[in-house]
């Protein structure tokens, strides 16, 4: 499998893994609900929990390896040395990513059986939950500012359109603006430029 390819795979299958992981049937109300309700869910179906999240830690995982792959497909010279930036930060990105993944895996599901049985979260939980909602801010902020670096770079040329790559650029803007705005995001935008990429470049290919 040549660089190429390898590149394509990992982006399709990275961004449909965490596409399954939010699909999932038991939680999907879950994202846009109440903050009562969303608890009241993940009480109910700690499994699914699980499930969903180990799945968007591996998305999150083989997204940021195909867009380091994608780097050595596009032109040689500041096309490169852009997208290495940039998938360098989307990788930083991710960290912040994982780490609000395993906080929500280690602690979401108890404050939610906690809530299920007295009806209140405890005060040093929600100070958490704060700080964890920083972490994804920056996981936003981070990937998005990685995936515009790449979207410029892809302009110049090679197995992308170069139309896609500008439309990445101004739709990452859009995207940190709209967080900025409404103070969320959901995850999701993250991995339609790359979902986008892969398949641009496998039909290259």
Do not use: K
Request: net charge neutral; hydrophobic share 60%.
């Amino acid at each position: 499998m040549d660089s190429s390819h390898l590149a394509g795979w990992l982006l399709v299958v990275g961004s449909v893994t965490f596409g399954i992981g939010a699909g999932n049937p038991y939680l999907v109300r879950a994202w846009t609900a109440p903050r009562q309700t969303f608890l009241a869910i993940v009480a109910g179906h700690p499994a699914a929990w699980r499930f969903s999240h180990v799945l968007f830690i591996g998305g999150a995982v083989m997204t940021s390896a195909g867009l380091a792959a994608l780097v050595v497909v596009l032109p040689d010279g500041w096309p490169r040395s852009l997208a290495l930036t940039g998938a360098v930060a989307f990788a930083i990105g991710t960290v912040f990513w994982i780490s609000s993944l395993i906080y929500r895996l280690a602690v979401i599901p108890t404050s939610a059986r906690a809530f299920a049985e007295t009806g209140t979260v405890d005060a040093s939980v929600a100070a958490l939950d704060r700080l964890n909602a920083g972490l994804f801010a920056a996981f936003i902020v981070i990937a998005f500012a990685g995936l515009a670096a790449i979207g410029i770079s892809i302009t110049a040329g090679g197995p992308i359109p170069g139309l896609l790559g500008w439309g990445t650029a101004a739709f990452s803007g859009l995207c940190v603006a709209g967080l900025v705005l409404a103070g969320d995001m959901p995850p999701f935008t993250v991995y339609l430029a790359p979902l986008a990429f892969g398949i641009a470049v496998l039909v290259g290919a």
